[in-house]
């Protein structure tokens, strides 16, 4: 086991679900661990839980709502200045969207922090993962990829055809595979390995705010079949803590390494992707 103790966790929307349960469980190896937020009292709630938990851990919370790109640079700043370097970078938060709404940033909600809150969060915190020694990405994906059979580029909103929000939904986690096999290999001469989880249907807050497929009455049937918030944060805690074995570019579910759509590994579009998610915050990246 890669033992966390002193290294530098940072991860994304922890406050509830996955992303709590991985930040509650990782804590207990005493690494220094930062932590995303947008409701303070759900941060305090957590860090208050982890240092009755493991008292000697560092914990910082950092505000960031992913939908807006000035707060993930001003919280990427912080976390800049907060750390010496990272050690493991785990993007985590999302949203469930069913009905179409844009960003201050002009892009649609699910777009902007499924996808590019993972890009544009982990360019600016690359440099702190580069150096001599072994530091991992961990980017929560989804078998929702599978819902779209590629990226809608003549419309990337889906403005025009957004329905419930699935295929939105689905392209967000699609990107996410793409975004993981691409950074990679940009990355191969690097001592960081990047890898995508599929946490599998697990029972969070995630979608709670909407009312149509993902309704209160279709989660309290689906309830029974749901896993619990730490069984879906296995894969998330597993590529944390594992030995290092040179494993990347790869999607894991239950821990495994495990097949992902033939499109989720096209390089071409992802090179595609990656130029787009550039041009859509405004900033060049040259890793």
């Known amino acids: 086991m890669w033992n966390l103790r002193n290294k530098t966790v940072v991860i994304s929307g922890a406050t509830n679900g996955i992303g709590k349960a991985a930040a509650i469980e990782l804590s207990k190896e005493n690494p220094k661990l930062l932590f995303t937020y947008r409701n303070q009292d759900l941060a305090d709630e957590l860090h208050a839980e982890i240092k009755s938990l493991s008292p000697d851990t560092l914990v910082h919370s950092v505000y960031c709502d992913f939908s807006n790109q000035d707060s993930i640079q001003k919280c990427t700043d912080e976390i800049n200045d907060l750390c010496e370097d990272i050690d493991v970078l785990i993007n985590n938060a999302g949203v469930v969207n069913t009905s179409y709404h844009e960003t201050s940033d002009g892009i649609e909600n699910t777009f902007a922090v499924n996808h590019l809150g993972y890009f544009l969060f982990t360019n600016l915190l690359l440099s702190k993962l580069k150096g001599v020694n072994e530091t991992r990405i961990i980017n929560v994906s989804s078998a929702a990829h599978s819902f779209v059979k590629e ?12 329905g419930q929000g699935l295929k939105p939904y689905g392209q967000s986690k699609l990107a996410n595979l793409l975004f993981t096999r691409y950074l ?17 249907g697990v029972n969070t807050s995630l979608g709670s705010q909407n009312k149509a497929w993902y309704s209160k009455p279709l989660r309290l049937i689906l309830r029974p079949f749901f896993r619990s918030p730490l069984k879906g944060a296995e894969s998330i805690i597993y590529l944390a803590t594992k030995q290092d074995d040179g494993v990347t570019g790869e999607y894991f579910v239950d821990s495994k390494i495990h097949k992902s759509s033939t499109y989720s590994k096209n390089l071409e579009e992802a090179h595609k992707l990656w130029g787009l998610s550039e041009e859509l915050v405004g900033q060049t990246f040259s890793i």
């Open 151 to 162: 990226v809608q580029w003549e419309d990337i909103n889906f403005k025009n055809n957004f």
């Open 184 to 200: 990679s290999i940009k990355l191969s001469t690097e001592n960081i390995s990047v890898n995508a989880i599929h946490p599998g």
